[in-house]
Structures are given as C-alpha cells and as structure tokens.
C-alpha cells in the first residue's frame, strides 16, 4: 500500500483563494482586513515567517504591517505599541513572533494582545475557550491539521487519535480540536513510557516532537492518517519532519509530507483567523 499524500500546498492556495473572495467582499463594504506582525530582534529565521505571513495577506488582498524593532526593545515600550495596536480599528490581527529575546516575558506580552485580536489563538482567554469547546481563533498550526483531515473526509467521530508532543502551540490545542470532532484521544509526551504502544493504537496519529523521523512505519497502524508537524532541518540542509516518510508511507493510508504539508497551512490558516476577526466587527 503507499498513501495518499496530503498535498498541503494545494490545500492551502484552495482555502487562500476563499479568503480572497471572502476579504474582497469585506473591502466592498468598507472593511479591509488587517495584520500587525511585530518582530523583535534579528533572528534569521522568524525574519522570514514574518516576511511570509505579511506577503500572504498581501496576496489576498488584505492590510498589514510588519514592524521590526531592535533586540534591546524594552519590555514596557513593546506592551505600549501592542496596546496602541488594540485601539487601531485598521487591525484586527496582532502577532508577536517568538521566541522573544530573553529580557521579555512572553506570557506578558501575550496576555497583552486583546483576546479578540489574538489570532494565533495563544491568549489564555482563548486557551480556555477552546478548552470549553467555544473557540474565538484555533490555534494555527493545529487549525490547519484539521482542515487536512476535512480535506480527505477522515471520519474523526469515534476514531483514535494520538497527539504526540504537548506544548501549548501544537501539541495541546491540537489534542482539544481532536477531542471537540468526537475523536478519543491520548496525548504523549517525551516521559511516554512503551510510545509505539500508544501510536500501534492510532486511526489518526499526529506528530509534533521536533524529532526528526522519530516514527518509523513499525510504530504506526496499518491504514492510519499521519499528520506531520515536525519541521527539522538535516546536516544536509535538507528539510524532514518528525515522521520517516519514506518507510511510513508504504503503512499509512494517508500522510503529510514535509516540506509541503503542515507548513503553508499554517500561514493560511494565520490569514483565516485575521479574516474572521474583521468579519465579527
Ligand atoms: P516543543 O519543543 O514546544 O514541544 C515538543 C513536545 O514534544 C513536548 O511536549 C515534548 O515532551 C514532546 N517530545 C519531545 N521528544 C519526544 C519523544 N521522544 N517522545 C514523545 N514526545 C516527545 O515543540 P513545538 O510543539 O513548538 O513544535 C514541535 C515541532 O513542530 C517542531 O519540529 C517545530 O518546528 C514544528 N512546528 C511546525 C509548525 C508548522 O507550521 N508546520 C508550527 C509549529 C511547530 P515534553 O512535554 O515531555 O517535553
């Protein structure tokens, strides 16, 4: 058996040109949808997602600003230009990219975005609406998971799923979207005793460790769906993620390759969470 790939590139252009339309509309009426990156600092790569994320809301037609401050940025005049960005009505979508330097407490920072502006989701207000399945914004990354399996018509109701990885941007919030679609699911983490026990088990095995091609097809069920989240970059230079996808797809019967799979959806599903922001106004 070799799986069917779920192509995340095509995903993502399908959805994006929804959100044009949809954003195209939002402008005839007088609304432009708008996207405040903030970066601080000049590590290379966060220079190129935010460059990615304002070009793709340019591309869809919406408003944004990219805005780069200098390492040494204090904590304080960060925390006043986020609260200048919650009064703009221009903006409907603030993101601070992290990992912020050291001298700034991100939570604080986090907690500083107005929750109906935090269209990464990572807000605690929101963290609790999602946990109480009344999500605002669905965290990107797990959002975009998501749409993969509408994509193939996965019926998640009554599956099992497994996320592996628990952290508060992918792994957790993922495990609670599985949880909201009526999957039983189980969350590992790196203290998981016996870990193929729990991923032999999963219809729908998601796996966001950092760990490049930890899981090996031994480990995964004959005809499950596996979502790969992990992005790693080899000796080479080469991408991978945190599947082996040459051996797990030859298992799966259906996977996301790395790159082109978990990676543009996540960006698309940014431009989403932006895009309902203004709509709600
Ligand atoms: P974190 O480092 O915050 O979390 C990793 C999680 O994996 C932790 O919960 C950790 O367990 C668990 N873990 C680590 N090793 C093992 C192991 N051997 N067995 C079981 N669990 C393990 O990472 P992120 O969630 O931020 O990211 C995960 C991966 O996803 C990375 O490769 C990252 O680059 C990628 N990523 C990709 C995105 C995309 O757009 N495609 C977006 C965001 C992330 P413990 O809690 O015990 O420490």
Redesign the pocket.
């Known amino acids: 058996m070799s799986a069917q790939i779920i192509d995340g590139n095509a995903l993502a252009k399908k959805i994006r040109i929804e959100i044009a339309t949809r954003t195209a509309s939002l402008v005839a009426k007088g609304s432009k949808p708008g996207l405040a990156v903030l970066l601080v600092g000049e590590d290379p790569a966060s220079q190129v997602y935010v460059r990615n994320k304002v070009k793709a809301c340019e591309d869809v037609g919406m408003h944004s600003i990219l805005e780069r401050h200098p390492a040494d940025l204090s904590e304080e005049k960060l925390l006043q230009r986020i609260d200048e960005l919650n009064q703009d009505k221009s903006i409907h979508g603030i993101l601070v990219q992290l990992p912020l330097p050291k001298h700034i407490d991100s939570h604080r920072v986090i907690e500083s975005i107005a929750p109906e502006k935090d269209v990464d989701g990572f807000h605690v207000a929101n963290a609790g609406a999602l946990m109480i399945g009344a999500p605002l914004f669905r965290p990107c990354?797990p959002y975009g998971c998501m749409k993969m399996l509408e994509s193939i018509d996965y019926p998640i109701r009554g599956a099992r799923a497994v996320v592996?990885?628990?952290?508060n941007?992918?792994?957790k919030p993922m495990a609670m979207l599985l949880l909201q679609a009526g999957a039983t699911v189980t969350i590992?983490?790196?203290?998981?005793r016996d870990?193929s026990a729990h991923t032999k088990e999963a219809d729908i095995l998601v796996v966001?460790?950092?760990?490049p091609k930890?899981i090996t097809a031994d480990m995964v069920k004959p005809g499950a769906v596996v979502i790969d989240?992990?992005?790693?970059r080899l000796p080479d230079g080469k991408l991978c993620g945190?599947v082996d996808f040459e051996s797990v797809q030859s298992v799966a019967s259906a996977i996301t390759p790395v790159p082109g799979g978990?990676?543009p959806m996540?960006i698309t599903m940014l431009l989403l969470n932006t895009l309902e922001a203004a709509e709600r106004i």
Not at 164 to 167: H, P, V, W, Y
Not at 208 to 211: C, V
């Open positions: 990354t592996i990885g628990a952290s941007i992918v792994g590992c983490n790196s203290k998981t870990l966001a460790t950092g760990k930890m989240v992990g992005i790693n945190d978990v990676g996540t």
